[in-house]
């Protein structure tokens, strides 16, 4: 069966400073990745998603993947955060024809100021 | 685009009674949908797959006759939790499957607190 390992439960980081999310995922064909962040009280927001092709991929609001399949992982990094990054952020892999997600427990980032 | 409603955002009820939540995708078509349960300051855990004119298909230890699902059409799926008890309460969110893609869109979630 698929899991998802997010092994950093919180994290805190100063405005401005780099961010990596760890994600590690074990199936056994190949994966479709996301990362999903959600705010307060909130639904999810797809921030990027990995199919096949390029392993570094591009998200939204500053947001960058690589998937490595040798360690299979799929860690979400940031150059710079924001304030308005605080939130939970959730790496997932998707399976049944991709559209059937399994979710990681989640990391909380906080920014301070 | 590709925006996911849900009503009503929170809901209070009474044990025994039954609540029923809908999800809406509002800007497109979505054949499945799905159901998702989250306990405070834990992941998201799938309940259950709802197919439009089909039976949903529920994860293992859910129970179908008290988490009551119906996707009537092609923007709607409903949950209805019947003869509701405190252990129910809970944040539900639902997402839609964006056509031809793998992508899912998620509503804003529906707090229901059973006293």
């Known amino acids: 069966a698929q899991s998802v390992t997010q092994p950093d439960i919180h994290i805190t980081v100063s405005e401005g400073a780099s961010l990596e999310l760890r994600c590690n995922y074990s199936y056994g064909a190949t994966p479709y990745l996301f990362w999903y962040v959600q705010s307060p009280g909130q639904g999810l927001q797809l921030l990027l998603k990995?199919?096949?092709?390029?392993?570094l991929v591009q998200g939204i609001k500053g947001f960058e993947a690589e998937f490595k399949r040798s360690q299979s992982s799929f860690n979400l990094r940031k150059p710079s955060v924001h304030w308005s990054d605080a939130a939970e952020y959730f790496c997932a892999v998707g399976t049944g024809g991709g559209n059937k997600l399994t979710f990681g427990t989640g990391t909380q980032l906080k920014v301070e100021l | 685009g590709a925006v996911v409603s849900q009503h009503p955002s929170r809901v209070i009820c009474k044990s025994g009674t039954s609540v029923k939540i809908e999800c809406r995708s509002l800007d497109f078509q979505a054949t499945t949908m799905f159901w998702y349960r989250q306990f405070p300051k834990q992941s998201l855990m799938l309940m259950a797959t709802s197919n439009e004119g089909s039976k949903a298909t529920y994860e293992q230890g859910v129970e179908k006759d008290k988490f009551l699902i119906n996707h009537a059409s092609l923007t709607l799926s409903t949950l209805t939790v019947t003869s509701a008890h405190p252990e129910d309460s809970s944040f539900y969110i639902c997402s839609a499957n964006y056509p031809s893609s793998y992508e899912q869109y998620f509503g804003p979630g529906t707090r229901l607190t059973v006293t």
């Open positions: 990995y199919f096949s092709g390029d392993t």
